[in-house]
């Protein structure tokens, strides 16, 4: 199984960014996907999920800014980000769950936002 997230950087506040993950190695529309974000000295949280029935769910912190969207084509789900403010820089994760089995997470790419 491999989760394979891309599209992280060092950017301005206010500017956008695209992250996707792709996987390998599961029945990708059998699993709930997420993004969680990981900043120093914190612990990981939960940035966005999106159902198998395509259901999305933000945190509070980048609702109306952060979009999830899951491509089960092409065993995809991207995180587009508007607006980016300083507090969003972290790691993010990608995470494939399946409900009462299965857990994976992606090796995570590095988001910094700089004022």
């Known amino acids: 199984v491999q989760l394979q997230a891309s599209g992280g950087g060092s950017v301005q506040a206010g500017v956008s960014l695209r992250l996707s993950c792709r996987t390998s190695g599961i029945t990708f529309r059998r699993y709930d996907m997420g993004w969680y974000r990981q900043a120093p000295g914190k612990q990981r949280e939960l940035v966005a999920s999106i159902s198998t029935t395509n259901r999305p769910k933000y945190a509070e912190s980048v609702l109306g800014r952060f979009t999830i969207t899951r491509d089960n084509a092409e065993n995809t789900v991207d995180l587009q980000m508007i607006s980016l403010e300083p507090e969003d820089t972290a790691v993010y994760y990608c995470?494939?769950?399946?409900?009462?089995?299965?857990?994976?997470w992606g090796q995570g790419t590095q988001v910094t936002v700089s004022s």
């Open positions: 995470n494939a769950k399946q409900y009462r089995a299965y857990e994976y």
